[in-house]
């Protein structure tokens, strides 16, 4: 049985806050091998946070895209914590981790995107294999392929094999089906096109079971400790 690959999906965010600093944190500390984060641009700075409207993780009110960088900046996001920055997101991973950036709508700015990881990449030491950016918005992929190909893309998928074939035309790293939606059929489907694929949300073990049995080759889960100690005591005793 392969290693499922643990990313903890929003940071451990069924230990912390979604999306913030310590959700971040708690991943590293629980073993996880990535996260995945989303994002929104705003006055040409990138946000963490995974609703375009604030109500339901933070004390504020309205649509992120459309507030002031000051005020969303000023709201508590869960026990304190602020709306993190991407780069502060990176800054503290400190290459200890991979990232996976979710680009959240059509306008959240790839170049921006690119920008941030080139600099990383050229400034601190990572490498562009230590990312992976992904969006339902696929348009948005191609124009990140298009700017630098050797950061690898993956492809959200909502629906089927259609999108595969996109994940293959457009040379991404990989494709992330939702829990629902996979079948052996799709998971064999990706890996004949080349192409590695990643399950969310997985949160309890039967469905972690189930999916390192499918031969799924990672999974998005708010739990990253379950999976960590799926792969010690069962997988890898
Ligand atoms: O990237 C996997 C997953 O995060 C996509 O869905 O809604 O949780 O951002 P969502
Ligand atoms: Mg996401």
Redesign the pocket.
């Known amino acids: 049985m392969k290693k499922l690959l643990c990313?903890a999906?929003?940071g451990a965010s069924g230990h912390e806050p979604e999306n913030t600093l310590s959700a971040i944190e708690k991943a590293q500390v629980l073993g996880a091998d990535w996260i995945?984060v989303?994002v929104y641009a705003v006055e040409r700075e990138l946000l963490v946070i995974?609703d375009l409207k604030l109500e339901r993780t933070t004390n504020g009110k309205g649509i992120v895209t459309e507030q002031p960088l000051s005020y969303l900046r000023s709201l508590d996001a869960g026990k304190g914590q602020r709306i993190p920055f991407l780069w502060e997101v990176i800054d503290l991973v400190d290459k200890r981790m991979g990232i996976?950036v979710?680009l959240?709508d059509e306008k959240t700015g790839g170049g921006a995107v690119v920008s941030l990881i080139d600099e990383f990449v050229g400034r601190c030491g990572w490498s562009y294999e230590q990312f992976i950016v992904?969006s339902?918005h696929h348009d948005q992929l191609v124009k990140i392929r298009r700017l630098r190909p050797e950061i690898p893309i993956?492809v959200?998928v909502d629906k089927s094999i259609s999108d595969t074939r996109l994940g293959e035309d457009l040379g991404a790293y990989s494709v992330?089906f939702?829990l629902k939606g996979v079948n052996r059929a799709l998971v064999c489907d990706a890996h004949r096109r080349g192409l590695k694929v990643?399950v969310?949300?997985v949160n309890n073990l039967k469905d972690i079971k189930r999916m390192s049995v499918m031969e799924v080759d990672g999974v998005?889960t708010d739990y990253p400790d379950r999976v960590v100690s799926f792969q010690k005591d069962i997988a890898f005793p």
């Open positions: 990313i999906h929003r995945e989303d995974h996976n979710e959240k992904s339902f993956g959200l992330h939702r990643f969310f949300t998005f």
